[in-house]
């Protein structure tokens, strides 16, 4: 399948410093890329979509402010936590749609955050 | 009601058994019908993709979606130790976002 590349697969930061997690894919072309927060044992919820070149949506709750999503190429979108707090600690993951492709998106390996 | 449901498990079964994974939702203009398999602290790995009705093999795996029944299966021959991760359905309608299932927790001892 194809393949998206998630970094960092683990990052610790201080409370107030910000994040940057970047999301690639590695052999196709994404016009649509897609951020997900993960907590322990539970299933994923989306935060936004990133569409290539255009602002993200975002889900209802989560707050544009403080999660930066930038889609600037077909192959990179970057998520940045802003004034990090303990709470923002979790996995986070991406994925990516094929533009030639249906609908079947294909994940980046995750990034687990912790702040500190 | 949420749009996906799925037992969470865990569900525990020995070594060879055969593994029954199923969703039912309540949209029906889902056409697109996904299972992808999470080990712990990785993302999302595609299993398996299917379009409208009908089955697919690759392997030991099996999808099966009823459309008219709105539920959909994940049959898995032969567990292995190493198929023990989470297994989450997701669908959509088209080119929109997917809707998951919680995930089941599936655990096949040796």
């Known amino acids: 399948g194809a393949v998206v590349s998630q970094h960092p697969s683990w990052v610790i930061c201080k409370s107030g410093t910000s994040v940057k997690i970047e999301c690639r894919s590695l052999?196709?072309?994404?016009?649509?890329m897609f951020w997900y927060r993960q907590f322990p044992k539970q299933s994923l919820m989306l935060m936004a979509t990133?569409?290539?070149?255009?602002?993200?949506?975002?889900e209802q709750g989560v707050e544009k402010d403080k999660f930066l999503i930038n889609h600037a190429s077909l192959t990179l979108s970057t998520l940045t936590v802003t004034s990090a707090h303990p709470e923002d600690s979790s996995f986070y993951i991406c994925?990516?749609?094929?533009?030639?492709?249906?609908?079947?998106?294909?994940f980046g390996q995750g990034t687990r955050l912790t702040v500190v | 009601q949420k749009e996906v449901e799925q037992d969470p498990g865990p569900l525990s079964v020995p070594e060879g058994a055969i593994v029954s994974l199923n969703c039912t939702y309540s949209n029906s203009a889902f056409q697109y019908f996904m299972w992808y398999r999470q080990y712990s602290r990785k993302g999302p790995e595609l299993l398996m993709y299917?379009?409208?009705?009908g089955n697919k093999e690759d392997g030991r795996f099996t999808a099966q979606v009823d459309k008219s029944s709105k539920y959909i299966s994940l049959f898995i021959r032969d567990s292995q130790p190493s198929d023990s991760a989470t297994y989450l359905c997701a669908m959509n309608t088209g080119f929109q976002k997917l809707v998951f299932g919680t995930g089941t927790r599936l655990l096949v001892s040796p």
């Open positions: 990133s569409n290539e070149g255009s602002k993200a949506t975002y």
């Open positions: 994925s990516a749609r094929d533009r030639r492709g249906p609908t079947e998106a294909f």
């Open positions: 299917t379009y409208s009705s």
């Open positions: 052999d196709f072309q994404a016009t649509t």
